[in-house]
């Protein structure tokens, strides 16, 4: 069983940045985040497999948000730069330890999730 830790959130004015962290307990292969804002379903932000070689992101997220990991630490960062009111909702690490990366985006591939982060982005 793996455990994830999420870190990082917190409040920032629009334009403003935040890095997100997510540490596990334990070794795996592909990791995500997702993203649950209030009365709306959970919806996928990004994903990278283990080396770093592929990533997928959220078209309403690309060229803002980058995703990146220490698999030293079994560590991922989420970076959110450029963050608008419409970025604000609780978000979710999610991993799994499945060899199969089909683009991280369907929560059904993650076994391990973690409890979420805050994120507020005042306008």
């Known amino acids: 069983q793996v455990q994830l830790v999420e870190s990082g959130g917190g409040l920032v004015q629009a334009g403003g940045s935040l890095r997100l962290s997510c540490a596990a307990s334990?070794?795996?292969?592909?990791m995500g985040w997702f993203r649950q804002a209030p009365g709306k379903a959970r919806e996928f932000v990004s994903s990278i497999i283990r080396n770093g070689g592929r990533t997928n992101y959220a078209n309403s997220v690309k060229g803002r948000f980058t995703i990146s990991r220490d698999n030293a630490k079994n560590t991922v960062y989420l970076q959110m730069n450029s963050l608008k009111a419409e970025d604000t909702a609780v978000y979710y690490c999610?991993?799994?330890?499945?060899?199969?990366?089909?683009?991280?985006?369907?929560?059904?591939?993650?076994?391990?999730w973690g409890q979420g982060t805050q994120v507020t982005v005042s306008s």
């Open positions: 999610a991993a799994t330890s499945s060899v199969f990366y089909s683009g991280g985006a369907n929560p059904s591939e993650y076994e391990y």
């Open positions: 334990g070794r795996t292969l592909v």
